[in-house]
């Protein structure tokens, strides 16, 4: 009998709930509040970048030597850098992606290094390595090849920091190719390369899409091995971030121009590896 | 099984809180305060500031924010320990960096007590901002310009005009750092030197591979080779106590004489104690620690 009614009581209290839905919901998802102090930290420092300068001060900073000669050497030095990320980094990627070897994690390890490790340190790094004095640099030197401080050093230290972005997404493409593919384009009488352009290329192109997009980003903003190891000269070795946090000294026009410009290609890249892997993952479907 | 989880959790506890504790934090041994005013130096008459009677009774611990050019670095960390010697409540936190990067700093609001720059232009960048007031400013101390060339010396330097030889790697500190500017003037005095001629300037100013961002990157990239000469302070070539570098003396004539200015900031929380440092650096004590350093004491 004490059952039976403590029963029909719940019963009352959910119908009793029932009533009150509006306010339970919002105890259910009250908690997406918590949400927006992280966005909107994310969002405020960008959107003011935007309104400390006016389109019309940015169109005439654009003759300044600091902003065109920053974004020429930055776009010269990436595009370089990303053909040699995709050349160098695709047979890498391809090893990962696909193979167990004996020395695996040791590879995966020496390539994911670099993204752990602080830019100052692989600048000098790079700069003890490559510098005349270094082991490669000395034997360079004999020949008369001086890599620090030149657009090469610019080059070699974007690879360093950027490479492994590519690298890791690269590899994901190239092993989720079945193998049935494979085998079937061989059996078929295709030749490595054909496998390649063929098969392999298309099959994993999202991946090495919005791999080399990313790497391209991170090389476009890399700063501190920069300075370590291609030091600072206009026109010759000052990237766009090295001329942004020069500018902020003495310039201030020209560092938000800059900004503008570097805030306006990350938000671009982004969206561009979105829609990238939405229609990766579409295809999936 | 409950109780020896419940003995293991305590002794985790126990572990936990007995680091946290402070181990006895370190009680300066009780100095009579009129024994703090007695100096190491053997001077009989020090002109040491006397310690005011306001905040000779039990004053609270406080930290002075002190931003400093980077040749500072090793003068004013044995000035910040003479000085916290002698005022032991008083912890000083130093911001070393190119003066052009302190200043902007400081603009931005950054918490600072003191701020000494390596030229006057960069403490004009503050005062006009506003944190340091226009007569505030005092200099302190001087400095000049060396060349330096790695000890190997591979470009085989060994008179100023060796400076202009075609393909020489020269590196300098960018002009919005103070010893660049400085350095930047000394080629301007030296082009109208007759036995440098003319065009010294500009075969120098080819020879340059790079523009650091401190005079310490010059230092050490020259140290490490990478450059046949750089530009330094005579106080930076001499901190290289491992003969690292050669140095190349520029003669007065042609050489800049660094003035460095020293200024309490205006909203400093600790104002007596901030002017007590700059008084600290301007006596005879501080001049004779910037002395040791290389620097030239005011007069």
């Given amino acids: ?285 | 099984m409950r109780s020896r989880f419940g003995f293991v959790v305590f002794l985790v506890l126990a572990l936990i809180a007995s680091a946290c504790t402070p181990q006895g934090s370190p009680a300066p041994t009780a100095v009579p305060l009129t024994e703090l005013t007695a100096t190491s130096t053997p001077e009989p008459t020090a002109t040491v500031a006397p310690i005011p009677t306001a905040i000779a009774m039990h004053p609270p611990a406080i930290t002075l924010n002190v931003f400093a050019a980077s040749s500072l670095t090793g003068a004013f960390g044995d000035i910040g320990k003479a000085f916290e010697a002698r005022y032991p409540w008083v912890t000083i936190t130093f911001n070393f960096a190119g003066s052009q990067a302190l200043a902007t700093q400081i603009n931005s609001a950054a918490p600072a007590d003191v701020f000494a720059s390596a030229n006057n232009s960069q403490m004009e960048v503050v005062t006009k901002a506003g944190r340091i007031d226009t007569s505030v400013p005092k200099p302190f101390v001087n400095n000049r310009l060396v060349a330096i060339y790695p000890r190997a010396n591979p470009a085989n330097i060994q008179t100023l005009q060796d400076l202009a030889k075609p393909g020489l790697k020269l590196i300098l500190a960018d002009k919005t750092v103070p010893v660049g500017a400085y350095a930047l003037k000394y080629l301007d005095n030296a082009a109208r030197d007759a036995s440098l001629g003319a065009n010294y300037k500009t075969d120098v100013l080819k020879n340059v591979v790079s523009y650091e961002l401190d005079v310490k990157s010059v230092l050490t990239k020259v140290e490490l080779g990478e450059a046949d000469a750089g530009i330094v302070y005579t106080t930076d070539a001499a901190t290289d106590t491992t003969s690292q570098t050669g140095q190349l003396a520029i003669p007065d004539a042609l050489n800049v004489i660094a003035v460095y200015p020293i200024a309490v900031v205006k909203d400093s929380p600790n104002l007596s104690m901030a002017q007590a440092f700059v008084d600290y650096v301007l006596s005879v004590d501080g001049q004779a620690i910037l002395t040791r350093y290389g620097f030239i004491p005011i007069q």
């Fill in chain 1, 1 to 285: 009998m004490v059952e039976q009614d403590i029963v029909v009581e719940d019963r009352a209290a959910t119908r009793k709930g029932a009533r009150a839905l509006p306010s339970g919901r919002w105890a259910k998802n009250a908690w997406r509040l918590s949400v927006l102090p992280l966005l909107a930290f994310f969002l405020i420092p960008i959107v003011v970048i935007f309104t400390r300068t006016t389109p019309s001060r940015i169109l005439a900073s654009l003759s300044d030597p600091q902003v065109y000669q920053g974004l020429a050497v930055s776009l010269k030095t990436t595009l370089i850098s990303l053909g040699l990320i995709l050349v160098l980094g695709t047979p890498l990627a391809y090893l990962i992606g696909r193979f167990k070897f004996k020395l695996k994690n040791l590879v995966e390890t020496l390539v994911d290094l670099p993204t752990v490790l602080p830019p100052s340190v692989a600048g000098l790094a790079l700069l003890l390595a490559f510098g005349r004095t270094g082991p490669i640099g000395s034997v360079l030197s004999h020949w008369g090849v001086t890599l620090a401080f030149t657009p090469a050093a610019v080059v070699m230290a974007q690879i360093f920091i950027a490479s492994p972005y590519y690298i890791r997404s690269a590899s994901i493409g190239f092993g989720s190719i079945e193998d049935e593919y494979m085998q079937a384009a061989e059996l078929d009488g295709a030749g490595p390369w054909q496998l390649f352009r063929y098969i392999i290329l298309p099959m994993a192109r999202y991946a090495l899409l919005s791999g080399g997009v990313m790497s391209w980003a991170r090389a476009l903003g890399e700063f501190g091995a920069t300075i370590m190891f291609a030091g600072n000269f206009l026109g010759r070795t000052q990237t766009m971030p090295l001329a942004i946090y020069l500018g902020f000294e003495s310039n201030l026009e020209a560092a938000l121009t800059l900004s503008v410009i570097l805030v306006g290609i990350s938000c671009c890249s982004l969206i561009l590896i979105r829609i990238i892997t939405s229609r990766m993952s579409s295809k999936l479907e």
